[in-house]
């Protein structure tokens, strides 16, 4: 193997590396009192695959390409009480499965801004199934961090906040 090629496998593997270290299963101390979302294989046998510590306030996004309109989509979420609450949807263009009308389920507000619809909402989600697939570029971002979902190497996953009765 060429020099070239080698340094390029060792410096994409040390990254690899890199990237899953802050999202590794890390343990919860009683007195953290951080709120902490779980991603799950949603096929199999639904083993854990990470639990994440929201920042504060407890919020969390997810973005990808709509796979219609081919435009990016981002979805503001907050965990509050246990529950995830759905708090906006970002996008360019209206595509199945995207808002079309101010009067959408939850909805709390609409408007047109810098070329992107925002419809803010207030809409109780329960765990999210996520289908990954590497061309729509899912991505979960946290306390500043973007994690490519496909990284994970699961064509499903469900993100819920943890049990903390678990956890302890």
């Known amino acids: 193997m060429p020099l070239r090629s080698y340094l390029r496998s060792v410096g994409v593997a040390a990254l690899t590396a890199i990237l899953f270290l802050p999202f590794a299963p890390l343990p919860v101390q009683a007195d953290t009192g951080g709120v902490w979302l779980c991603l799950t294989e949603t096929r199999g046998k639904g083993a854990n695959i990470a639990r994440l510590l929201l920042g504060d306030p407890a919020t969390f ?13 981002r979805d503001l979420y907050r965990v509050e009480n246990g529950q995830i609450v759905q708090t906006a949807e970002i996008f360019m263009a209206h595509g199945a499965g995207l808002p079309s009308i101010a009067n959408d389920m939850d909805a709390t507000g609409w408007r047109h801004e810098n070329g992107t619809f925002i419809l803010d909402m207030n809409r109780l ?23 490519p979902l496909a990284d994970l190497g699961h064509a499903a996953l469900t993100l819920a906040p943890c049990d903390e009765e678990i956890l302890k």
């Open 61 to 73: 996004e997810l973005s990808f390409i709509h796979s219609v309109s081919r435009t990016p989509v």
């Open 125 to 147: 989600t329960g765990p999210i199934p996520i289908r990954i697939q590497a061309e729509f570029k899912n991505t979960l971002h946290i306390a500043g961090t973007d994690l």
